[in-house]
């Protein structure tokens, strides 16, 4: 899996937008990149992954640079619920070797 | 409903014991992982399992030891040889199709060894 860079932690207001960053220079071009989350005492939960262009689903939205050296996953109105950390991964799309996880970055979400 | 179970949540261990950690998926995912994480730090990767009868070690192996007998089922036996087996105990399954790579993850199991 590519190496990839996240801020430790990251403050924002409920129900407004976040804009979580993702450094991954290193990333093959072959590699997704995805993103996952996780709240205290849970395991992580899948957020959103894509190659290319830019994805959408009812979590998230996913916006990756042109030059997929970076992505950024936007929350689009935060709620409480959305505070957890989160964790950006690239590599291979398939079910073979393990995803790898950072220390991913810890999103607080105030009211 | 589908999806995938680990038992126990809390485990409490005498040192020196080995311990089993049962994970269990209905999803018919062929690969399955097991990962330990220790307070404020990510997941770290101990084995996983493409397939049924084959398993492959992964970052922080030692100590550790797996089966995957059937499908549906990847059991994680710590053993005495773990040096500090206190964590959280997380398995996860996912689809093998190039692009669908959801990866789904049990609700853990909080291991102390005492």
């Known amino acids: 899996d590519a190496k990839t860079t996240q801020p430790n932690s990251m403050e924002s207001n409920e129900e407004e937008p976040v804009h979580l960053p993702c450094n991954h220079s290193t990333i093959s071009g072959t590699d997704y990149i995805h993103w996952y989350r996780q709240l205290p005492s849970q395991g992580p939960e899948y957020v959103i992954h894509g190659l290319t262009s830019n994805v959408n689903n009812r979590m998230a939205s996913l916006a990756i640079a042109e030059d997929r050296k970076s992505s950024t996953l936007i929350l689009h109105r935060a709620t409480l619920r959305d505070a957890a950390v989160y964790y950006c991964?690239?590599?291979?799309?398939?079910?073979?070797?393990?995803?790898?996880f950072g220390k991913g970055t810890h999103l607080i979400i105030q009211p | 409903d589908g999806g995938i179970t680990q038992s126990p949540k809390y485990l409490f261990r005498k040192e020196g014991q080995n311990v089993t950690l049962s994970c269990e998926q209905n999803l018919n995912h062929d690969a399955m992982y097991w990962y330990r994480q220790d307070p404020g730090q990510g997941l770290r990767l101990i084995y996983y399992?493409?397939?049924?009868?084959?398993?492959q070690k992964g970052d922080i192996a030692e100590g550790y030891s797996v089966s995957r007998e059937k499908k549906e089922s990847f059991p994680l036996t710590v053993t005495s040889a773990q040096k500090n087996p206190t964590a959280f105990y997380l398995c996860?399954?996912?689809?093998?199709?190039?692009?669908?790579?959801?990866?789904?993850f049990g609700q853990g199991t909080r291991l102390t060894v005492v």
């Open positions: 399992s493409q397939i049924v009868n084959d398993f």
């Open positions: 991964i690239g590599g291979e799309g398939g079910g073979a070797d393990g995803l790898t």
């Open positions: 996860a399954s996912r689809g093998a199709i190039v692009g669908r790579a959801e990866a789904f």
